[in-house]
């Protein structure tokens, strides 16, 4: 069905429409062919912005466009301010300002939806839950509630038809998505439509709290060695995909300072504990909470940290982990070539790698003489991602998502300690890493590995040879579409040029016919020249307004 056919999705496209003119970003409208489809946009689209958006930068009226279109645009803003590879610092932090905070809803109105995720009344389940909600956000809202064993928990309400409201946005992104990456080059180097399918995946995993549950038990298991670290429990006997019951944990959020202070709390020791939770969940297990700011951190008796939220979380295989560490290794080292044939492997190889190990030579120079521990990897990870974007080159999301957690994780440690050193954290587990890496028994089981794939290799049959077919055609950074969109304009205007020289042509005929003196005549005229003379007449107006009408689109 199209999307632009649907009653409602057609509203919501002209709602978003306004929005983006009101806040200044008209000209994307036009860039993108979208006035054409949408109602009235036409003229809206030439309105002039008010000048208290036009004062401010883009990026901050973007941050306010996002806001005002509402939940699903505000969760997208936060999906882009983890590509630290695609948008610059200005961007990101303005990202970063996008709160999750929505009006709270009555309880009563969450009830039916309680019951039904319960599957029984809720006096059966619980003996009390407490009408003020503990936070409240644009998908959820959580509640204190009390178990007929006397157990604290919080419930993670889904708001009603909520699913159904972020799926029909999520119509319209993708849509707006595939126009820009057509119709835009500028817009298409942000690949938008990557963006909206890794945006759709997190946001519908983030809709089923069952999924939110796991990776907090997964996360606790990881963590069950170390006596500081406290995941919340989850209670599966009601948690399910629209409803999440976890312990209930009372601390002090570690971004309020003062509080810390008066409980007697070693705030430079809670910085390190932090670091070194979220470090071993990257670079050990391969799992970790992908937002570690300190709105998700609540402090405990004897410094002790509890982890909260987990519906965003990263994962990094084995190789990733690898890759980072070669990269690391190959800064410290001034290996050029080694930090280029790392970002060679994230790429999809229609690279300049000579440019590229140029690049990355100026690159780590400035890191000449530093230990391990003193490279700034914050620092390191913004000048990487620099560096990509002049080669047009995206992270992978896992890689985009683990490098935007670790500068979250450098401004939480800073918060609490400004002498926190992100690298001095990770050292330690990065020898421990190097040292599983290349033990003995590593090298073993891989030589294994290696000498066992040796032996499929002769055991295969033979494969016939064919031709390697020639690649002739040549690289070329020109943009294949844009040029396919100039050909189809001229084809067009040549086709109209035509029509109009055809018309001419028979406008000339009609009126010579009016001269002659046989046939019907009408004050002295052929009525056969003067009919022909006013279809030729019409003929060319009408192409002249086709000509103009078209002009006018492109302008």
Same mark, same amino acid.
């Given at each position: 069905m199209?999307i632009?056919?649907?009653g409602?999705?057609?509203?919501?496209l002209?709602?978003?429409?306004?929005?983006?003119i009101?806040?200044?970003?008209?000209?994307?409208?036009?860039?993108?062919?979208?006035?054409?489809?949408v109602?009235?946009?036409g003229r809206?689209?030439?309105y002039?912005?008010?000048?208290?958006?036009?004062?401010?930068?883009?990026?901050a009226?973007?941050?306010?466009a996002?806001?005002?279109m509402?939940?699903?645009?505000?969760?997208?803003?936060?999906?882009?301010?983890?590509?630290?590879d695609l948008?610059?610092q200005?961007w990101?932090?303005?990202f970063?300002k996008?709160?999750?905070?929505?009006?709270?809803?009555?309880?009563e109105s969450?009830?039916?939806?309680?019951?039904?995720?319960?599957?029984?009344?809720?006096?059966?389940?619980?003996k009390h839950?407490?009408?003020?909600?503990?936070?409240?956000?644009?998908?959820?809202?959580?509640?204190?509630?009390?178990?007929?064993?006397n157990q604290?928990?919080?419930?993670?309400?889904?708001?009603?038809?909520?699913?159904?409201?972020i799926?029909?946005?999520?119509?319209?992104?993708?849509h707006l998505?595939?126009?820009?990456?057509?119709?835009?080059?500028?817009l298409?180097?942000y690949?938008?439509?990557?963006?909206?399918?890794?945006?759709?995946?997190s946001?519908?995993?983030?809709?089923?709290?069952?999924?939110?549950?796991?990776?907090?038990e997964?996360?606790?298991?990881?963590?069950?060695?170390?006596?500081y670290?406290?995941?919340?429990k989850?209670y599966w006997?009601?948690?399910c995909?629209?409803?999440?019951?976890?312990?209930y944990?009372?601390g002090?959020?570690a971004?309020?300072i003062?509080?810390?202070?008066?409980a007697g709390?070693d705030?430079k020791?809670i910085a390190?504990?932090?670091?070194?939770?979220?470090?071993?969940?990257?670079?050990?297990?391969?799992?970790f909470h992908?937002?570690?700011?300190?709105?998700?951190?609540l402090?405990l008796?004897?410094?002790?940290i509890a982890?909260?939220?987990?519906?965003?979380v990263?994962?990094?295989?084995?190789?990733r982990?690898?890759?980072?560490?070669?990269?690391?290794?190959?800064v410290?080292l001034?290996?050029?070539a080694?930090?280029?044939?790392?970002?060679?492997?994230w790429?999809?190889?229609?690279?300049?790698?000579?440019?590229?190990?140029?690049e990355?030579?100026d690159?780590?120079?400035?890191?000449?003489?530093?230990s391990?521990?003193?490279?700034?990897?914050p620092?390191?990870?913004?000048?990487v991602?620099?560096?990509?974007?002049?080669?047009?080159?995206?992270?992978?999301?896992?890689?985009?998502?683990?490098?935007k957690?670790?500068?979250?994780?450098?401004?939480?440690?800073?918060?609490?300690n400004?002498?926190?050193?992100l690298?001095t954290e990770?050292e330690?587990?990065?020898r421990e890493?190097?040292?599983h890496?290349y033990?003995?028994?590593?090298l073993?089981?891989k030589?294994g590995?290696r000498?066992?794939?040796?032996?499929?290799?002769?055991?295969?049959?033979?494969?016939?040879? =064919?031709? !390697?077919a020639?690649?002739? *055609?040549? %690289?070329s #950074?020109?943009?294949?579409q &844009?040029?396919?969109?100039l +050909?189809?304009?001229?084809?067009r205007?040549?086709?109209?040029?035509?029509?109009?020289?055809?018309?001419?042509?028979? =406008?000339? !005929?009609?009126?010579?016919? *009016?001269t %002659?003196e #046989?046939g019907?005549?009408? &004050?002295?005229?052929?009525? +056969?020249?003067?009919?022909?003379l006013?279809?030729?007449?019409?003929?060319?107006h009408?192409?002249?307004?086709?000509?103009?009408?078209s002009?006018?689109s492109?302008?």
């Amino acid at each position: 069905m199209d999307i632009l056919k649907t009653g409602k999705d057609l509203r919501r496209l002209n709602e978003i429409v306004n929005i983006l003119i009101k806040f200044g970003f008209g000209d994307i409208i036009r860039r993108i062919g979208l006035a054409d489809g949408v109602e009235k946009a036409g003229r809206l689209v030439r309105y002039n912005v008010p000048d208290e958006f036009l004062s401010q930068q883009p990026p901050a009226r973007a941050r306010a466009a996002m806001e005002e279109m509402g939940p699903t645009f505000i969760k997208l803003g936060q999906i882009l301010a983890t590509r630290v590879d695609l948008f610059s610092q200005e961007w990101i932090q303005e990202f970063e300002k996008l709160q999750d905070d929505t009006q709270s809803l009555p309880l009563e109105s969450l009830m039916p939806q309680l019951e039904n995720s319960l599957g029984m009344p809720v006096k059966r389940a619980f003996k009390h839950i407490e009408e003020k909600p503990l936070g409240t956000a644009s998908m959820a809202q959580v509640h204190k509630a009390i178990t007929y064993k006397n157990q604290p928990v919080a419930l993670k309400i889904r708001k009603p038809n909520i699913r159904e409201k972020i799926e029909s946005d999520i119509r319209l992104i993708q849509h707006l998505a595939k126009l820009a990456q057509s119709q835009s080059i500028d817009l298409r180097r942000y690949r938008p439509v990557a963006i909206v399918k890794e945006f759709e995946r997190s946001l519908l995993r983030e809709l089923d709290f069952s999924i939110e549950a796991k990776n907090a038990e997964r996360i606790a298991e990881n963590l069950k060695n170390i006596k500081y670290a406290k995941v919340p429990k989850i209670y599966w006997e009601w948690t399910c995909e629209d409803l999440n019951v976890q312990e209930y944990i009372e601390g002090i959020p570690a971004k309020n300072i003062r509080e810390l202070d008066a409980a007697g709390l070693d705030r430079k020791l809670i910085a390190h504990r932090g670091g070194k939770i979220v470090w071993k969940s990257m670079l050990i297990d391969g799992f970790f909470h992908a937002d570690p700011h300190p709105g998700n951190f609540l402090i405990l008796p004897k410094n002790r940290i509890a982890i909260l939220d987990f519906g965003m979380v990263g994962k990094l295989s084995s190789t990733r982990r690898e890759q980072l560490m070669k990269m690391t290794r190959s800064v410290v080292l001034q290996d050029a070539a080694g930090t280029a044939a790392v970002l060679m492997e994230w790429t999809d190889g229609n690279v300049d790698f000579d440019a590229l190990t140029s690049e990355s030579e100026d690159l780590i120079q400035q890191f000449y003489g530093l230990s391990l521990s003193e490279v700034n990897i914050p620092q390191l990870i913004l000048q990487v991602t620099d560096m990509l974007r002049e080669f047009d080159i995206a992270l992978p999301p896992d890689i985009a998502l683990f490098s935007k957690a670790c500068i979250t994780l450098e401004g939480f440690g800073r918060l609490l300690n400004p002498d926190f050193d992100l690298m001095t954290e990770a050292e330690p587990l990065i020898r421990e890493w190097g040292k599983h890496r290349y033990s003995p028994s590593a090298l073993a089981k891989k030589l294994g590995i290696r000498a066992l794939t040796l032996v499929d290799k002769i055991y295969e049959e033979p494969k016939p040879q =064919l031709p !390697a077919a020639q690649n002739t *055609t040549p %690289v070329s #950074n020109i943009d294949k579409q &844009f040029i396919e969109r100039l +050909v189809s304009r001229q084809e067009r205007a040549q086709f109209r040029h035509t029509q109009l020289m055809v018309t001419v042509g028979f =406008l000339i !005929a009609s009126a010579i016919l *009016t001269t %002659v003196e #046989n046939g019907p005549q009408l &004050f002295g005229m052929s009525i +056969v020249g003067l009919i022909g003379l006013f279809i030729a007449i019409g003929s060319i107006h009408f192409l002249l307004f086709i000509l103009w009408w078209s002009h006018r689109s492109l302008d």
